[in-house]
């Protein structure tokens, strides 16, 4: 009870008293109060503590190998004066490349431009869990500085953060960032940091925060090796160099993966470098190779694919079903079902987060991504989506093959073609013929890839009808090895599927490539298997194009008679049969053996109509070899001049229409004819150009060229008349 107004007391058996001192002013009510000191106004209150000073960064490589280009260019972006402004830069590259250890690596080296902090913080972009939350983040960047607690906002945290940044000299690495939406709530917006953030992806989106961006590649070879000798030792490397090499190529020249591979290497002290170069150079094993106490780069690419949507999950997929080092987007169209504008979309996604890389002349994996997408591609690749994926790219490729042969060899284009659906969506139309050689040239690689890709997973009809559709490009491009190689593939298939029309084909087309690649025995034993077909399928055609077959095959073998009595037996039968075009390259054939018997005079009016019945039909191609066979008789009469212009009109439609073999040949024609005059300077230059095609054709030509201008006498010097 307050005795003074007889109130309860809230805080009974409590009072106030005071020692020690004289208070002025408001009473304080606080029961005891034993020390009071009062600071007047001329005294200081004791300064706070300092801040601590963090050292964050990860441990890096005493020395980073095959990054000093890196580096220095990392310096450039610093300007000359020390915290003179802010810099952000994005170290953007695919899992295992080493941005990390770039990163950390030059931010240690330039330690003492940041005396007030150097912090780190992993944002664990493609972890299983998800990604960071950049709160998270934020509050071990202020604890580190002692502040503590930290505001519980987003928004609060990043304001003290600023507000702590604020005129201190730190660098900041944001490791394994996710997205920029992640990264900018971290950027401390001071004058006098440095920031560097990794990514798989571009984070295109910081450029307008002021970004810098620095893609990451592969080491070099030799580069990867010297990083396998400071892993293993120098010497065991010099030993084994040949092994070595091997090792870092299969390990795609990713820093990861050679690391990796060191530690196998390095546990096993009297193994060979060899064998684990044998280890990683087996598909199915190449990954678990690298797999050392879980830090695989199967797990690294693992983390990049599970952050993607489920659209690209199923592109990515597909993809891996691919037998192409390179495919187009027309590619990617076909095996997922997409319009361009959603398969550019879906591209761009695995671009982002390294898993495709973009080339000049398409899309690719890396080597060890390829491994990986061809291991979830087996998840799918027996089920009906894989197969389903397949058969579209088999088909688009047949659809537009046979689009380029109906423009190329409409003549050619008579057999059935068999498409799982209707219409074959996306088919490339070819504005003129020049074009569709083009197409065929750039895509002769992927072709034999899908023709064998056809073979292998048991699509016998598009087989036999794909190598069909190949006819232009056979014939144009002369590609020896493949020519070869897929026709006995589609015999194969022709037979399983049943089709005698479609062997027939083949045994015909197929033996021009083989009498064309100079294996002349097999040919004629080709040519023979079809003679004896097309009679018992009673086809005249068929039979005139195999009597025409082995009239080839004569030719190359000196014999003439034989060869010009098959000739005027198949010119009869196409003339039988109202064939114009296949009449006149019989005749065009016979007047090509009349000039190899020595004959120039019979042949060329033999020639000379041809030529005018190819114009006529028109056959721009066949007129053109006319033109060369016209200007091998007029060279043979003695008439240069003539001969000369029908070399020159030759080689200009070879050169348009991409006809490579013809080109050399007729190079070849006019190095004879400049040699003829007496211009050895001439005909030496033009006997280089054609064994340059001959060489890139792999074709048996290169030989004959290569003695001819062996034997040729060096060109009398500049100005000197040759000796008659």
Request: charged residues 25%; glycine residues 8%.
């Amino acid at each position: 009870m307050n005795a003074a107004d007889g109130t309860r007391d809230p805080y009974p058996g409590a009072h106030n008293s005071l020692s020690g001192g004289r208070v002025d002013g408001a009473v304080v009510q606080a029961g005891a109060i034993h020390q009071l000191t009062v600071y007047g106004q001329a005294s200081a209150p004791p300064p706070a503590p300092a801040l601590p000073v963090p050292r964050q960064l990860p441990p890096t490589p005493r020395r980073l190998v095959g990054r000093d280009d890196d580096l220095a260019a990392l310096d450039r972006e610093l300007d000359d004066v020390p915290g003179a402004a802010d810099v952000t830069v994005v170290v953007t590259g695919p899992a295992g490349v080493g941005k990390t250890a770039l990163a950390a690596q030059w931010l240690r080296r330039l330690a003492g431009r940041f005396p007030d902090g150097q912090l780190y913080a992993d944002l664990r972009g493609h972890a299983p869990g998800g990604p960071a939350d950049p709160a998270e983040a934020l509050g071990g960047f202020l604890r580190a500085f002692g502040i503590a607690p930290v505001p519980p906002s987003l928004a609060e945290g990043a304001a003290l953060w600023r507000s702590l940044a604020a005129g201190r000299r730190i660098a900041v690495l944001l490791d394994n960032a996710s997205t920029a939406a992640q990264v900018r709530p971290l950027l401390p917006g001071s004058d006098h940091a440095v920031v560097v953030v990794t990514s798989r992806r571009r984070l295109t989106g910081l450029g307008i925060d002021g970004a810098v961006f620095r893609p990451v590649g592969l080491l070099s070879g030799d580069d990867s090796v010297r990083l396998l000798a400071q892993r293993v030792g120098a010497d065991r490397v010099a030993r084994e160099r040949a092994a070595a090499s091997m090792v870092v190529e299969r390990c795609g020249r990713l820093p990861l993966a050679v690391c990796l591979a060191a530690a196998r290497i390095a546990a096993r002290p009297v193994q060979p470098l060899a064998a684990t170069a044998e280890a990683l150079g087996q598909e199915s094993q190449g990954l678990a190779a690298l797999d050392i106490e879980g830090e695989a780069v199967r797990h690294a690419l693992d983390a990049s694919f599970e952050v993607l949507g489920a659209d690209a999950v199923r592109l990515y997929r597909l993809l891996g079903l691919l037998p192409f080092p390179v495919f187009t987007l027309d590619v990617v169209c076909a095996v997922g079902a997409l319009g361009p504008a959603e398969a550019d979309r879906l591209l761009d996604g695995l671009i982002d987060v390294h898993l495709l890389e973009e080339t000049e002349d398409g899309f690719r994996f890396h080597d060890l991504v390829k491994l990986h997408a061809r291991a979830r591609a087996d998840e799918v690749r027996h089920r009906p989506e894989g197969l389903a994926a397949v058969d579209r790219v088999l088909d688009w490729y047949l659809a537009t093959t046979t689009a380029a042969e109906a423009l190329v060899s409409p003549s050619h284009r008579t057999l059935r073609r068999d498409y799982t659906a209707r219409p074959v969506p996306n088919v490339r139309r070819f504005e003129d013929e020049p074009a569709a050689v083009r197409w065929l040239d750039a895509e002769t690689g992927r072709l034999a890839d899908a023709v064998r890709w056809a073979a292998a997973t048991g699509r016998a009809a598009t087989v036999w009808q794909l190598v069909d559709a190949m006819w232009p490009l056979f014939l144009r491009l002369r590609p020896a090895r493949l020519w070869i190689e897929a026709h006995r593939l589609a015999r194969t298939a022709a037979e399983a599927d049943g089709d005698r029309t479609a062997e027939l084909r083949m045994l015909t087309s197929g033996g021009t490539g083989l009498r064309n690649a100079g294996q002349g025995e097999e040919a004629a034993a080709w040519f023979t298997d079809a003679l004896v077909l097309a009679r018992e399928l009673g086809r005249p055609l068929a039979e005139a194009n195999a009597l025409y077959g082995l009239s080839q095959t004569h030719r190359t073998a000196g014999r003439l008679a034989d060869a010009a009595d098959c000739l005027r037996a198949t010119a009869a039968l196409r003339e039988d049969e109202g064939d114009l075009r296949g009449t006149a390259l019989a005749r065009l054939a016979l007047g090509d053996v009349l000039l190899a018997d020595g004959r120039p005079g019979e042949a060329l009016p033999v020639i000379t109509d041809a030529h005018r019945d190819l114009a006529a039909v028109p056959a721009a191609y066949e007129a053109a070899r006319a033109l060369a066979f016209l200007g091998q008789a007029h060279a043979a009469l003695g008439a240069r001049a003539d001969a000369g212009r029908c070399y020159a009109a030759a080689l200009a439609e070879f050169r348009t229409g991409r006809a490579r073999h013809w080109e050399a040949r007729v190079l070849e024609l006019t190095g004879d004819l400049a040699r003829a005059g007496g211009d050895l300077a001439a005909a030496t230059a033009r006997y280089r150009e054609s064994l340059a095609l001959y060489q890139v054709l792999a074709a048996p030509d290169t030989a004959r060229l290569t003695t001819t201008l062996a034997a040729l006498p060096a060109p009398p010097p500049s100005g000197e008349a040759p000796t008659p």
